[in-house]
């Protein structure tokens, strides 16, 4: 499976005064590939559009959004969205682990799967009302790991876990791409996602620079293009130097 971006571009019309709508574009001229076995890094501040490209890989954009270009995927997606999930409120975690199991003919100890993630066996008996907010999206990215390798896009997955869970979790991203999963890892924390990532793709400015391989963020970034340089060393990590 992979992910193949050409020409993107993404939007939304607006009503303006009685009759019109007003359209307004928000990225454009999107380009971005991951493979099989690769984790690309997309990286960008809040509201540049990430999580518009990934409903819009998903084919799940609002009604009043624009979009032209291409978006092609070989094989089965997998989104864990940023805002939301679908645990079903009746049923117990440990049920819900099983049935995504059985559903993809995929036998699996459901205490294997909750300690993926360092979520201890007792989860299986409570109901998602009864978690903490990490724990729940823990127990989505469990399910979301479930079967066959994927295209998984992962909106924000370490949003809200403490260090140590967010690290196990970005390492449990690595095996599956390992396994031969394609993973698309949405977040605004590029040091986090820099010791897992294959090639890290910045938005900024309604433009996607060109992914570059993760290495080249070390240092003073003097390997980087230009844009990806002055994002790199804007961190306070590397002095906040204005470029
Ligand atoms: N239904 C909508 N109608 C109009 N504008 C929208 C709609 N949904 C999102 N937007 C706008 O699209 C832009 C990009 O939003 P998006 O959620 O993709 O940002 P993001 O990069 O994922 O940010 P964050 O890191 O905060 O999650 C924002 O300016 C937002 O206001
Ligand atoms: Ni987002």
């Not at 993107?8 to 001229?29: M, N």
């Not at 940023?82 to 440990?94: F, H, K, S, Y």
């Not at 409570?126 to 390798?149: E, F, K, N």
Request: hydrophobic content about 50%; glycine content about 10%.
């Amino acid at each position: 499976m992979s992910l193949r971006v050409r020409d993107l571009s993404l939007g939304f019309s607006a009503p303006d005064g009685l009759w019109r709508r007003r359209e307004t574009w928000l990225v454009q001229g999107l380009n971005l590939d991951v493979a099989a076995g690769r984790i690309t890094a997309l990286i960008g501040a809040s509201g540049a559009g990430k999580s518009l490209l990934a409903h819009a890989i998903l084919g799940a954009l609002p009604g009043n959004a624009l979009q032209t270009g291409r978006i092609a995927v070989q094989g089965r997606t997998v989104f864990l969205p940023q805002q939301g999930g679908w645990l079903d409120p009746t049923a117990r975690i440990g049920d819900q682990i099983a049935w995504a199991a059985r559903r993809k003919a995929c036998p699996a100890q459901v205490a294997d799967r909750l300690a993926l993630l360092d979520l201890g066996s007792a989860v299986a008996a409570l109901y998602p009302h009864q978690l903490s907010g990490g724990m729940a999206r823990r127990v989505l990215m469990v399910m979301a790991l479930i079967g066959p390798p994927a295209l998984l896009v992962a909106d924000e997955p370490t949003a809200g876990l403490d260090p140590a869970s967010s690290a196990l979790l970005l390492a449990t991203l690595r095996a599956y791409a390992a396994e031969g999963g394609a993973v698309l890892l949405i977040t605004h924390d590029l040091i986090a996602a820099l010791p897992i990532a294959d090639e890290v793709a910045m938005l900024a400015d309604g433009r996607l620079h060109p992914a570059c391989p993760a290495q080249a963020f070390a240092g003073d970034g003097a390997v980087l293009p230009a844009a990806a340089r002055r994002q790199w060393q804007a961190l306070p990590q590397n002095g906040f130097t204005d470029a």
